[in-house]
């Protein structure tokens, strides 16, 4: 029986969730169920994931590896659940070596989407104190109203000769739309996917 490593990892946020494997009927319960099934070596049979826990995983794309023998499956798998046995949200969280440029890598699009998930939890739990506790209390009109505020000052910075300036004022309109998208229930993968829509429809132009 041939096994397959399987590579875990969450479709939007690109979290690497676990490492599993997969025979070629796991495999095909995968795709005829839509939730990712894997083969465990220890009891010797295949399994759901998720299926006692009810951390389920919808696969949303398998992909094969150029040498055909590991596997990468693309998943939704929302922030509140978790996929290690231990109770931790990935199964890689034990950090054994880290360079002094790690720290960088906050600068990507990554930091956007926890700065989403930090914004989603105050706007869950209400914290006393919290300047978006008070957004949110406020309601969608003081939201929408402060994200046009922001940007009237964005356009103002931009027609300064001020950099450092303009920056500042980006990131707090920036900031203010999370909270908006964190209002109105929308995810930054559904903005980039109209935006990567328009780009293909514009490249075909």
Request: charged residues 30%; glycine residues 4%; negative net charge.
């Amino acid at each position: 029986m041939e096994l397959k490593p399987v590579i875990v990892q969450e479709v939007s946020t690109k979290e690497v969730l676990m490492l599993a494997y997969a025979n070629q009927e796991a495999i095909e319960l995968t795709k005829q169920t839509g939730y990712a099934h894997f083969y465990s070596r220890s009891r010797n049979k295949i399994w759901k994931k998720g299926e006692e826990s009810g951390n389920t995983m919808p696969v949303v794309k398998i992909i094969e590896d150029c040498d055909n023998d590991t596997l990468l499956y693309l998943v939704e798998f929302p922030k509140e659940k978790v996929a290690c046995h231990t109770g931790n949200r990935t199964c890689f969280f034990n950090i054994i070596y880290e360079s002094n440029n790690a720290k960088n890598d906050q600068s990507n699009l990554q930091f956007l989407l926890e700065l989403k998930q930090l914004v989603d939890d105050r706007k869950e739990k209400l914290p006393e104190g919290s300047y978006t506790t008070k957004l949110f209390k406020d309601g969608i009109e003081k939201i929408a109203k402060k994200f046009g505020e922001e940007s009237v000052e964005v356009v103002l910075a931009a027609m300064r000769d001020d950099r450092e300036h303009l920056i500042y004022e980006l990131a707090d309109l920036i900031y203010h739309l999370t909270v908006l998208l964190s209002a109105k229930d929308i995810e930054w993968d559904k903005i980039i996917s109209e935006l990567r829509k328009r780009h293909l429809k514009a490249s075909k132009i």
